[in-house]
């Protein structure tokens, strides 16, 4: 009898315990929390407020947002007998929480590696000249083999952009047609046939070497200091006049959303930057804007041959050359106006 009294007693205590010794999260909108309750695994929860219990309960937090991360370059033999350096720039984000929780212990490094692997064997049935002017068409390809093998990890790769660093042993003459197009000449990666070995040809009479010049004596004033910021100030009202050229509503509502730039110059100055693209046409200027979505921090260098489609955004971003603060798929938004500037 009296251990029949003692047992509905000890439940009750072990109630109050349980909802004295919850612990509160706030769960933003961009991660959820993956709760294994005794040894089971729990539905995610979030956004807002999640309780779990410390002593029962054991969580992993999961950022869903956009991330990204590079393959270094690597060799690479191809099908007519080649040899290059290929890398890459991936963009991934996690679909399911809790997949990606319990199929892997380090999911970004198994990603990475699978990565890497199938850029191996898919460019290694290519040939060089593929390589060189199909760059686009085979990162899309690559993505969709890719994520064959991450979708059973709960994990999605939503870009990849090759980076082919260097021709390292051309390719068998007998094997591959006779165009090779360098990897310094951007633009060109659409065209193919007879259209391609047109554009080469100007290309390669406007890239052809000027004859010497006389020599010259150049005077210069070791004294002024300001003509470099003139020359500075200059190139950047420039790059915003060509940045209003191509705001439209229509851009605004592909982004909506607010840049802010911190650009450092060669003179060691900081100078800030805005593009707001968040209502009626948009706007740009020097300065600070109101309320920025994000902060892009980079060299004026970087950010003139960003601009003039030199450099991607998620390129430069991989390379530690971009500088993110916030959210960073509101970040790789910038690359939408990028490509509406035409470099002079």
């Given at each position: 009898?009296?251990l029949?009294?003692?047992i509905?007693?000890?439940?009750?205590?072990?109630h109050?315990?349980s909802?004295?010794?919850?612990?509160?999260?706030?769960?933003?909108?961009?991660?959820?929390i993956?709760?294994?309750?005794?040894?089971?695994?729990r539905p995610?929860?979030?956004?807002?407020?999640?309780l779990?219990?410390?002593?029962?309960?054991?969580?992993?937090?999961?950022?869903?947002?956009?991330?990204?991360?590079?393959?270094?370059?690597c060799?690479?033999?191809?099908?007519?007998?080649?040899?290059?350096?290929v890398?890459?720039?991936i963009?991934?984000?996690?679909?399911?929480?809790v997949?990606?929780?319990?199929?892997?212990?380090?999911?970004?490094?198994s990603?990475?590696?699978?990565?890497?692997?199938?850029?191996?064997?898919?460019?290694?049935k290519r040939?060089?000249?593929?390589?060189q002017t199909e760059?686009?068409?085979l990162?899309?390809?690559?993505?969709?083999d890719i994520?064959?093998?991450?979708?059973?990890?709960?994990?999605?790769v939503?870009r990849?952009?090759?980076?082919?660093?260097?021709?390292?042993r051309?390719p068998?003459?007998?094997q591959s047609?006779?165009?090779?197009?360098?990897?310094?000449v951007?633009g060109?990666?659409?065209?193919t046939?007879p259209?391609?070995?047109?554009?080469?040809h100007?290309?390669g009479q406007?890239?052809?070497?000027?004859?010497?010049?006389?020599?010259?004596?150049?005077?210069?004033?070791?004294?002024?200091t300001?003509?470099?910021v003139?020359?500075?100030?200059?190139?950047?009202?420039?790059?915003?006049?060509?940045?209003r050229?191509v705001?439209?509503?229509?851009?605004?509502?592909?982004?909506?959303?607010?840049f802010?730039f911190?650009i450092?110059?060669s003179?060691g100055?900081t100078?800030?930057?805005y593009?707001?693209?968040?209502?009626?046409?948009?706007t740009c200027?020097a300065?600070?804007?109101?309320?920025?979505?994000?902060?892009?921090?980079?060299?004026?260098?970087?950010?003139?041959?960003?601009?003039?489609?030199?450099?991607?955004?998620?390129?430069?971003?991989?390379s530690?050359?971009?500088?993110?603060?916030?959210?960073?798929?509101?970040?790789?938004k910038?690359?939408?106006?990028?490509?509406?500037?035409k470099?002079?």
């Amino acid at each position: 009898m009296q251990l029949g009294c003692y047992i509905p007693g000890f439940f009750l205590y072990a109630h109050h315990i349980s909802h004295i010794c919850m612990v509160c999260f706030k769960m933003p909108n961009y991660e959820r929390i993956v709760v294994f309750r005794l040894g089971r695994i729990r539905p995610p929860k979030g956004p807002g407020v999640v309780l779990v219990l410390p002593f029962i309960d054991q969580w992993q937090r999961v950022d869903l947002r956009t991330r990204a991360f590079n393959i270094p370059p690597c060799k690479v033999t191809t099908k007519d007998g080649g040899l290059v350096s290929v890398g890459a720039d991936i963009q991934f984000r996690i679909w399911n929480p809790v997949m990606s929780v319990v199929a892997l212990q380090d999911l970004k490094a198994s990603t990475r590696l699978t990565a890497q692997n199938a850029m191996t064997q898919t460019l290694g049935k290519r040939t060089v000249r593929e390589i060189q002017t199909e760059r686009i068409k085979l990162g899309e390809h690559l993505g969709m083999d890719i994520n064959d093998l991450t979708k059973p990890w709960g994990l999605e790769v939503d870009r990849v952009e090759l980076t082919l660093e260097s021709v390292l042993r051309a390719p068998d003459e007998s094997q591959s047609g006779p165009l090779i197009m360098p990897p310094s000449v951007p633009g060109l990666e659409g065209l193919t046939g007879p259209i391609q070995q047109l554009a080469m040809h100007f290309l390669g009479q406007s890239t052809a070497p000027n004859p010497p010049a006389k020599d010259t004596v150049l005077f210069t004033d070791e004294s002024s200091t300001e003509a470099p910021v003139a020359e500075s100030s200059s190139v950047m009202e420039e790059l915003l006049a060509a940045v209003r050229l191509v705001l439209s509503e229509s851009l605004v509502r592909q982004v909506g959303a607010c840049f802010q730039f911190h650009i450092s110059t060669s003179t060691g100055q900081t100078r800030s930057y805005y593009v707001d693209l968040t209502q009626n046409s948009g706007t740009c200027g020097a300065g600070e804007a109101m309320q920025p979505d994000v902060f892009l921090s980079m060299s004026e260098q970087d950010m003139m041959a960003m601009f003039q489609g030199n450099l991607r955004p998620i390129a430069a971003y991989s390379s530690g050359r971009l500088r993110v603060q916030g959210d960073l798929n509101t970040a790789m938004k910038l690359d939408a106006l990028v490509k509406l500037i035409k470099p002079p």
